[in-house]
């Protein structure tokens, strides 16, 4: 199993550009989330997913759209990169939730760069 | 509300001494709280999580300790060791249909041989 992998490891951007994060998992975990995380603030989720074709906005969701077309996959978008969205990017997932709360597995991080 | 408070922000410790974070929430409808250990260049991994149904919990030298009357939780680890440097992460979340965590701002612990 290689649990959660993320795609690019790391890129850089010029201000305006756009580009997409990819994330999969081959735990088939019905969760997953999209977290950036900034140096003094911790990680902060963007956008999640609690099942194949839904989507649903986290605490900082502007600047980005996501899709989860697949089970496994899920996509971060950045349709006009801003310098502001310079940050490293954590996609992790999870099994079901409700009363027993599950483990959030973590990917390795795309570091993000914009000029 | 949704807010979970961390400190200290850096932390060094001596080898074989005693590292203690803590958090603190306002939401009292939080009743999952994980701690994740975070190495750099790697993505965070849970390290031990507690309930409020239980004020303290160990696993090998991690401990989470609990106090729901006051809204606050620590993790002490015993006879830090110089691989336990990295980043800890207290987070909380709510009972439900989502599983989403709210995340404290991080601790960078040293631990110096």
Redesign the interface.
Known sequence: NAG?TQTPKFRVLKTGQSMTLLCAQDMNHE?M?W?RQDP??????IH?S?GEGTT?K?EVPDGYNVSRLKKQNFLLGLESAAPSQTSVY?C?S?GH???A?????????TRLLVL | QQQVKQSPQSLIVQKGGISIINCAYENTAFDYFPWYQQFPGKGPALLIAIRPDVSEKKEGRFTISFNKSAKQFSLHIMDSQPGDSATYFCAASIGGATNKLIFGTGTLLAVQP
Do not use: D, I, N
């Not at chain 1, 003094?40 to 989720?45: A, E, K, Q, S, V």
């Not at chain 1, 709360?101 to 991080?109: A, L, M």
């Open positions: 959660v969760y989330y977290y003094g603030m911790g990680l902060r989720l999640y609690v649903a986290g954590f992790a999870s939730g409700g009363a709360q599950e483990t959030q597995y973590f990917g390795p991080g």
